[in-house]
T-cell receptor, first 112, second 110 residues
């Protein structure tokens, strides 16, 4: 079992560009959550996807959008990148009704 | 003030020492997670508890729901325990987002 896999692991973008991060959940999991972790801070909840719908959203602007596919994999899109978007983006998967959560290794985004 | 507060922020211990990391929260939660994050960034879930105490190897986690406080203990600490430990509250029914503390950076010196 590969667990939660994220890609890419590292990337550098320029201000104003757009980025897409990808996440494959642990086998059998149907729920994907995305988090942003700035350096030295705890992760902040961006949103959660279940059954291809955004189920809940944290306090992030509309520049942050996502998608979940029928195979439960998910994408996080960020438009009009700002320097402050530089962070580690974590994906976590779980199975609805169960409390166990698994995290991926994260995608390190640097905006220059 | 953060809804989930951890202390200490940084902790240096000698190998073999008993370590305690504390987590206090001001929001209503149904359960609390203790997580371990290594320098590469990946997070591993150590415990999820809603009451009492759980033990796994040298790690022990306790929670007091009435006092809104949880502790993570590491017995006989080892340099491989060096990591950032994060507590995260799971809200009650109707909400799915975890609220995280800022983490405690633990360094265990041989």
């Amino acid at each position: 079992d590969a667990g939660v896999t994220q890609s890419p692991t590292h990337l550098i973008k320029t201000r104003g560009q757009q980025v897409t991060l990808r996440c494959s959940p642990k086998s059998g999991h149907d729920t994907v959550s995305w988090y942003q972790q700035a350096l030295g801070q705890g992760p902040q909840f961006i949103f959660q996807y279940y059954e291809e719908e955004e189920r809940q959203r944290g306090n992030f602007p509309d520049r942050f959008s996502g998608h979940q596919f029928p195979n439960y994999s998910s994408e996080l899109n960020v438009n009009a990148l700002l320097l402050g978007d530089s962070a580690l983006y974590l994906c976590a998967s779980s199975l609805t009704g169960k409390n166990t959560i698994y995290f991926g290794e994260g995608s390190w985004l640097t905006v220059v | 003030k953060n809804e989930v507060e951890q202390s200490p922020q940084n902790l240096t211990a000698q190998e073999g020492e008993f370590i305690t990391i504390n987590c206090s929260y001001s929001v209503g939660i149904s359960a609390l997670h203790w997580l371990q994050q290594h320098p590469g960034g990946g997070i591993v879930s150590l415990f999820m508890l809603s009451s009492g105490k759980k033990k796994h190897g040298r790690l022990i986690a306790t929670i007091n729901i009435q006092e809104k406080h949880s502790s993570l203990h590491i017995t006989a600490s080892h340099p491989r325990d060096s990591a950032v430990y994060i507590c995260a509250g799971r809200p009650g029914a109707g909400s799915y987002q975890l609220t995280f503390g800022k983490g405690t950076k633990l360094s265990v010196i041989p």
